[in-house]
C-alpha cells in the first residue's frame, strides 16, 4: 500500500517510507491510499477473539501488504503484553481502561508498535543511525522514550513544555539515560511540536541526520491505536448485544479520535464519537462553526490534551473530504474547566468508588453529557489516576496509591538539557548532540 500526504504535494511513498520520514516533505501527513473493510464474517466472531487476535487482523488490513504476515503477527503480540479492560461505571456508561502497559498511559501501544516496526525496517540496513524526535505534554514522551529504549541504530529526543507535565511523567524519560535524551524547552506542546516540524522541513538537518517523528503525526504510531475500539466493542457485544455504542475520546492532539474514526471507517459498528476537550477546544470550535481557529495552548490539569494546534485535524478533514456537515455527523465535542474536572473527579469516586485521571474524567462529563436515551457509552481512561497525583489528590482529598512500576521512575535522576523555544538553537543542539 502506498501512503500520500494530505497536503497533495508530494509524492506517494512506501509504508517503510511513511514511517521512517515521519512528516512528507510538504509538511502534509501520511495518510493510507486505501482503508481495508473489514468483513461482516469478523464482526460475527469478533466477541470469541482475544485482543491480539483482534489487533492482528486489523493490523494486517493496514500493513499487510508491505510486512511477511508473521513477522506482523509478532510486532503486534509483542506490542500487546498487557491487557485494555473494559469496566462499568455506572448504567449505560463503560470505561476502557487503556493504563495497563509499561508506563501506564494509553500511548504505549502506539509507541510500542512504532518501536519494533521502525527496528524491522531498519535492521539489516548498514546506514546511520536514526533519530527519533518527538515533541509530548505528558504521556507521549513516556510511552516513546520507554517503548524505544535500547532499541539499536535508533536514538530518541524527547522535547517537553518546563514545568507543564507532572513530576511523575516526566521522571519516566528524563531518568532513562541510554539511547534517551530529555530536551526541556522554556515553551508550550505547540512549540515543542513547532520545533520538531520545522526539524523536518531544516535540509542541513535533513542531510546530516536521519530524522522521524514518533508523535501521532506518524503513521505506525497513530492507527495501532485503532486496536483497542475494536476490542472495546467486542467486550461490549459480549455483555449486551444490542448496545448502540457511542465513545467519548479525551482529545488533545486528536491522534487517538483519528484512529477511532478510522476503525469506523472499516466497519466498526459505533454509531458515533464525542470529543472531550479542556479549555484548549479549537476541535469544538470547528465543529459548532466550521472555522478552524488554532492558537496558543492553555495550561490546565488536563495536560496531555493542552493542545492549540491539533496536528491530527488535518487527518480528519482528509478522511472526510473537508465535508464539515459530515464530520459533524459522526462526532460532536464538549468542553470543561478545571473546575468542572476536578468536581468531577471528586464526586465520581464518592459516589461509584471508580477514580478518574483528568484526561479521563473529561471523557467521562463529555459522555455524560452527549449521551442519548437507548444508547451505551464507553469513555477512554488514557492514564492511571498516579501520574497526577497531585492533581487527584487536590481534587478529592485522598490519598493516591501509586504502583510499583510508577514509583520506581521516581527514584532515578532527572537528566534533561535546558533549550529555549528557538529553532536555531534547538538545530545546533540537535547536530551537537548527535
Not at 512549540?191 to 523536518?200: E, H, I, P, S, T
Request: proline share 4%.
Amino acid at each position: 500500500m502506498f501512503y500520500y500526504s494530505t497536503q497533495k504535494q508530494s509524492p506517494a511513498v512506501t509504508l517503510k517510507e511513511a514511517v521512517v520520514k515521519g512528516l512528507a516533505p510538504d509538511r502534509g501527513l501520511y495518510m493510507p491510499e486505501t482503508i481495508g473493510q473489514l468483513p461482516a464474517s469478523f464482526f460475527e466472531e469478533i466477541t470469541g477473539m482475544s485482543l491480539t487476535t483482534i489487533a492482528q487482523t486489523v493490523a494486517r488490513s493496514f500493513f499487510g501488504d508491505d510486512i511477511a504476515q508473521h513477522e506482523l503477527d509478532a510486532i503486534v503480540a509483542d506490542t500487546l503484553s498487557f491487557g485494555i479492560p473494559l469496566r462499568q461505571v455506572e448504567d449505560n456508561i463503560w470505561v476502557l481502561e487503556l493504563f495497563h502497559g509499561p508506563t501506564f498511559a494509553f500511548k504505549d501501544v502506539g509507541a510500542r508498535f512504532m518501536a519494533r516496526m521502525l527496528s524491522h525496517f531498519i535492521k539489516k540496513e548498514q546506514q546511520e543511525e536514526v533519530k527519533v524526535l518527538v515533541a509530548t505534554s505528558g504521556d507521549t514522551g513516556s510511552a516513546v522514550a520507554n517503548g524505544f529504549l535500547g532499541v539499536e541504530g535508533i536514538r530518541v529526543f524527547v522535547l517537553y513544555p518546563s514545568g507543564k507535565v507532572s513530576d511523575i511523567q516526566e521522571a519516566q524519560f528524563t531518568t532513562l539515560g541510554r539511547n534517551i535524551t530529555a530536551l526541556e524547552v522554556d515553551g508550550t506542546f505547540d512549540d515543542c511540536q513547532a520545533l520538531v516540524k520545522n526539524a523536518f522541513m531544516d535540509e542541513e538537518l535533513n542531510r546530516s541526520l536521519r530524522l522521524t517523528s514518533a508523535n501521532s503525526i506518524n503513521v505506525a504510531r497513530f492507527l495501532p491505536q485503532s486496536f483497542y475500539y475494536f476490542h472495546a466493542w467486542a467486550q461490549l457485544m459480549r455483555i449486551n448485544p444490542d448496545a448502540k455504542a457511542v465513545i467519548s475520546v479525551p482529545s488533545g492532539n486528536l491522534g487517538n479520535l483519528t484512529a477511532g474514526l478510522f476503525a469506523r471507517r472499516m466497519g466498526l459498528p459505533v454509531e458515533r464519537f464525542i470529543a472531550a476537550n479542556n479549555r484548549n477546544d479549537v476541535f469544538r470550535e470547528y465543529l459548532l462553526t466550521g472555522d478552524y481557529s488554532p492558537r496558543s495552548s492553555v495550561q490546565t490539569i488536563a495536560n496531555a490534551m493542552d493542545v492549540g494546534a491539533p496536528s491530527n485535524f488535518d487527518r480528519i478533514l482528509d478522511l472526510y473530504g473537508h465535508d464539515h456537515h459530515a464530520i459533524t455527523h459522526d462526532i460532536t465535542a464538549y468542553r470543561y474547566n478545571d473546575e468542572e474536572i476536578c468536581h468531577t473527579i471528586r464526586e465520581t469516586q464518592q459516589r461509584t468508588g471508580y477514580l478518574l485521571d483528568p484526561h479521563g474524567a473529561c471523557g467521562y462529563l463529555a459522555l455524560k453529557e452527549g449521551l442519548q436515551p437507548g444508547e451505551t457509552g464507553i469513555f477512554l481512561a488514557t492514564a492511571h489516576p498516579a501520574k497526577f497525583r497531585d492533581t487527584v489528590e487536590d481534587c478529592t482529598g485522598k490519598s493516591v496509591n501509586i504502583p510499583d512500576g510508577l514509583s520506581a521512575f521516581m527514584q532515578r535522576r532527572k537528566e534533561t538539557i535546558d533549550l529555549p523555544n528557538d529553532f536555531t538553537l534547538f538545530k545546533k543542539a540537535l547536530l551537537r548532540l548527535s
